[in-house]
């Protein structure tokens, strides 16, 4: 992984907290990387991220990771607000409409492994824009393989499981901010199963219940 600098100025200091313990992963939703690095890096966009990742692996660090990158926006995740303050965020090169290449997963990969390991962030840990923020956020988006990092121990490893509660009480103690129940809904999708429509159903239900289980056993393993 090439990490050349190119500081965004974008950036201030974390509030309230001593260190990171949440990696939030975007697309940039713009043409081409070139574009979402001058954008990050803009003073009058008063946006950033702590890293970006082309679609060919190229990995650039814009913030340095103790600072409070300006990424996340307005949403909260497991009840706690300003996300930013708490969090790393990597911005993959993608205008969203199309797969991520594999040379950038790769480095994803390796970059996640390095930032999981120096701030000791757990697989659980690892959430998309759309998780903290449903329906002003859809990124990563439908196309992100979120099982490809959880087979790897990168992101949380989810199967179903059976569910005693309903949806909304599960996504609750998941981490999802107040939403209507639809917009809630969407973004669990999103996340653990993109190919699945409709109305709520059985295997949302099943999917909430093993991402708890998960959870319960990430948090105590």
């Known amino acids: ?14 509030r309230g907290v001593q260190a990171p313990d949440l990696i939030v992963i975007h697309y940039t939703g713009m043409a081409d990387c070139a574009a ?17 990742i ?6 650039q660090r814009l913030v ?17 607000a300003d996300v930013n303050s708490r969090s790393i965020g990597i911005e993959l090169a993608n205008p969203g409409d199309r797969p991520f290449p594999e040379p950038q997963m ?6 996640l492994r390095a930032i999981m390991a120096r701030w000791a962030i757990p697989p659980h840990r690892v959430i998309g824009h759309s998780d903290m923020a449903p329906g002003r956020k859809i990124d990563p988006g439908p196309r992100f393989d979120w099982a490809r990092l959880a087979r790897r121990g990168l992101a949380l490893a989810v199967s179903a499981a059976p569910a005693s509660q309903p949806l909304d009480a599960m996504l609750d103690a998941i981490g999802y901010p107040a939403a209507d129940p639809a917009t809630r809904l ?7 199963c ?6 709520e159903n059985d295997t949302d239900r ?11 056993m990430g948090e105590t393993g």
């Open 1 to 14: 992984m090439s990490a050349p600098t190119y500081p965004s100025p974008n950036h201030g200091e974390r």
């Open 36 to 52: 979402a690095l001058a954008r990050l890096c803009d003073p009058a966009a008063e946006v950033s991220a702590h890293w970006l």
């Open 54 to 59: 082309d679609a060919d692996g190229t990995t």
């Open 64 to 80: 340095p990771e103790h600072r409070r990158a300006w990424h996340a926006g307005a949403g909260s995740w497991q009840g706690r």
């Open 106 to 111: 790769a480095a994803l990969e390796e970059l």
């Open 186 to 192: 969407a973004a669990f999708r999103l996340r653990f």
């Open 194 to 199: 993109p190919w699945n429509g409709g109305p």
């Open 206 to 216: 099943q999917l909430a219940a093993g991402a708890l289980r998960a959870l319960a």
